[in-house]
C-alpha cells in the first residue's frame, strides 16, 4: 500500500530531527564509543554520507585491536568500502598482541577480503606466541578452515593433544579431525579419551552431539544419549538435550518427549520461555 504525503512527511520530519540530533550528538562526543554509535544510528536512517563522516572520527579515536576490528568490520559490511576497511585492519593487525586477538582477526579478514595470503602471514605470527591448548586450537582451526593447509594445521593439532587435560579438549580435536582432516580413526580416538574424562551433563551430551555429527557411530552416539537422560535433572538439561536429539537424530517424537519434561521442570519463566523457543523452533522446521 502507497503511503498518504502526510505520512510521508511525518517520516522525513521525524528522520531530520533525528539526524539533527546525531549530529547535536557529535559535538560532544570524544570516545571511539561514542562516534561508533553515533555512526549506528546514522545508518539507520539511511544517511551512508554521516555514517562514514562519523566512521571516519570512529578511526582517529580508536586505540585497542577490538575497536580498529569493529570499525573496519562495520566499514565492510555497511559501506561495502573494502579497501578503507583493509587499511582499518591493518592498523588493528598492528594494535593485537595474542593469538586470541589476532586469529580473530585473521577469521575476520578473510571474511571480508578473502585475502588467504594475509592469514597466513598472521598465522606465521602468532605460531610461537602459541603455548596452550587453546592458543593452538584457534590456530589449528584457522589453518585447516580457511588456509585449507592440513599439514600445518596437523602439526597444531598434535601439539594441542599435549596440552589437552579436560574432555573439551578432546572433544574440540575430534571435531577438527573429523569435519577438516577427514581422519574418522583418529577422531574416534580422541572421543574416547573424551569419554574417560567426561564428568559433567555438558561433557556428555557434547560428545554425543559430536559422536553423531561426525558420523562417528549413531549406536554410540545414541548409548551416550540415553544415558545423559537418565543423568539429566533439570529443565535445561532436557531441553538442551532434546535440542540435540532432533537437530542430530531428527528424532521428533523423542525429542517432543525431552521437551515435556523440560517443561515438567520450567521454574523460572526464562525456563518457560527457554522450552517454548525449542517447540516452536522444532515446528517451524519441519
Avoid at 557529535?26 to 571511539?32: D, G, I, V
Avoid at 568500502?81 to 588493528?92: G, L, M, N, Q
Avoid at 531441553?239 to 523460572?268: H, M
Amino acid at each position: 500500500m502507497l503511503l498518504g504525503i502526510e505520512k510521508v512527511r511525518d517520516i522525513i520530519e521525524d528522520e531530520n530531527m533525528y539526524r539533527d540530533e546525531i549530529i547535536a550528538k557529535e559535538k560532544t562526543a570524544m570516545s571511539f564509543e561514542e562516534y561508533y554509535d553515533l555512526a549506528r544510528y546514522a545508518d539507520s536512517l539511511g544517511d551512508k554520507e554521516l555514517t562514514a563522516e562519523l566512521y571516519k572520527k570512529s578511526e582517529s579515536k580508536a586505540v585497542n585491536m577490538w575497536d580498529f576490528l569493529n570499525l573496519g568490520s562495520a566499514i565492510a559490511a555497511i559501506l561495502k568500502d573494502i579497501e578503507w576497511a583493509r587499511s582499518v585492519f591493518r592498523k588493528a593487525e598492528n594494535t593485537g598482541s595474542n593469538t586470541y586477538e589476532l586469529s580473530f582477526l585473521a577469521q575476520t579478514i578473510f571474511q571480508y577480503t578473502e585475502d588467504r595470503d594475509w592469514v597466513k602471514r598472521i598465522c606465521l605470527r602468532i605460531e610461537p606466541l602459541a603455548e596452550d591448548f587453546t592458543d593452538l586450537h584457534r590456530i589449528a582451526l584457522v589453518v585447516l578452515s580457511i588456509l585449507q593447509d592440513k599439514e600445518w594445521g596437523k602439526s597444531f593439532c598434535d601439539r594441542a593433544e599435549t596440552k589437552a587435560d579436560v574432555c573439551h579438549d578432546h572433544i574440540s580435536l575430534g571435531a577438527l579431525e573429523a569435519e577438516y582432516l577427514e581422519d574418522q580413526k583418529q577422531a574416534r580416538r580422541y572421543f574416547v579419551s573424551a569419554k574417560k574424562m567426561a564428568e559433567t551433563f555438558d561433557d556428555y551430551r557434547n560428545l554425543a552431539e559430536s559422536v553423531i555429527k561426525f558420523s562417528i557411530s549413531r549406536k554410540w552416539g545414541m548409548e551416550l544419549l540415553k544415558m545423559v537422560e537418565s543423568r539429566s535433572e533439570t529443565c535445561r538439561d532436557f531441553y538442551r538435550l532434546g535440542d540435540v536429539v532432533w537437530e542430530q537424530l531428527n528424532d521428533r517424537e523423542w525429542a517432543e518427549v525431552l521437551y515435556k519434561k523440560a517443561e515438567d521442570k520450567a521454574v523460572t519463566r526464562r525456563d518457560h520461555e527457554a522450552v517454548e523457543s525449542c517447540l516452536y523452533e522444532m515446528q517451524r522446521n519441519l
